[in-house]
Antibody
Framework: EVQLLESGGGLVQPGGSLKLSCAAS????????MSWVRQAPGKGVEWVSS????????YYADSVKGRFAISRDSSKNTVYLQMNNLRAEDTAVYYC????????????????WGQGTLVTVSS | SSVLTQPPSVSVAPGKTATITCGGNNIGDIGVHWYQQKPGQAPVLVIYYDSDRPSGIPERFSGSNSGNTATLTIGRVEAGDEADYYC???????????FGGGTKLTVL
């Protein structure tokens, strides 16, 4: 059974940093691209970032490029999202998602999602 | 990057058919994926590559994609289908993944 468990969310002041983690199990982690998707309160879902399984290619939404960094550790079956210079508009539930295509070097679609972790940016 | 346009809301009576559209420039040339999200829950994939259904998704859910419009169709709608629905594509021009704004399906 595929499981994705996010952690690391919380309250942070504007300009601060936070690192999210997503522990994966139930599939061969290194062979799938992984992504982060967020949802601001009462809003739609928004893609944030993705990382390929093998070569480590990374992709970012314009809204976070230069502030956020995605990475993965296949020895720990974990994907991370380092978030720096946080803004109020980054307040959202952050979901970790697994790609549906084996061996993908870029994201296609998400066949499994975690339950999300809430990030609140406020003074 | 691509802009995907969905109607904010669709209403349908139980037992009838719901149609949710996703508009985009030449969207018929690329694969479209659909997600269902119920309140307080993570999204769930219901259709991938225009018309394929993941295991466990009822046959009542179907999809099509042509020209500038992709469509999610839900037949014999049930109260449990009430949710937000999002379309999604990969924009090869910008290397960005794009979601539509979402459609709230209300079962009357």
């Amino acid at each position: 059974e595929v499981q994705l468990l996010e952690s690391g969310g919380g309250l942070v002041q504007p300009g601060g940093s936070l690192k999210l983690s997503c522990a994966a199990s139930g599939f061969t982690f290194s062979t799938y691209a992984m992504s982060w998707v967020r949802q601001a309160p009462g809003k739609g879902v928004e893609w944030v970032s993705s990382i390929s399984g093998s070569v480590g290619s990374t992709y970012y939404a314009d809204s976070v490029k230069g502030r956020f960094a995605i990475s993965r550790d296949s020895s720990k079956n974990t994907v991370y999202l380092q978030m720096n210079n946080l803004r109020a508009e980054d307040t959202a539930v952050y979901y970790c998602a697994k790609d549906g295509i084996l061996g993908s070097i870029r994201p296609y679609y998400f066949d499994y999602w975690g339950q999300g972790t809430l990030v609140t940016v406020s003074s | 990057s691509s802009v995907l346009t969905q109607p904010p809301s669709v209403s349908v009576a139980p037992g009838k058919t719901a149609t949710i559209t996703c508009g985009g420039n030449n969207i018929g040339d690329i694969g479209v994926h659909w997600y269902q999200q119920k309140p307080g829950q993570a999204p769930v994939l219901v259709i991938y590559y225009d018309s394929d259904r993941p295991s466990g998704i009822p046959e009542r859910f179907s999809g099509s994609n042509s020209g500038n419009t992709a469509t999610l169709t839900i037949g014999r709608v049930e109260a449990g289908d009430e949710a937000d629905y999002y379309c999604q594509v990969w924009d090869t021009n910008s290397d960005h993944l794009v979601f539509g704004g979402g459609t709230k399906l209300t079962v009357l």
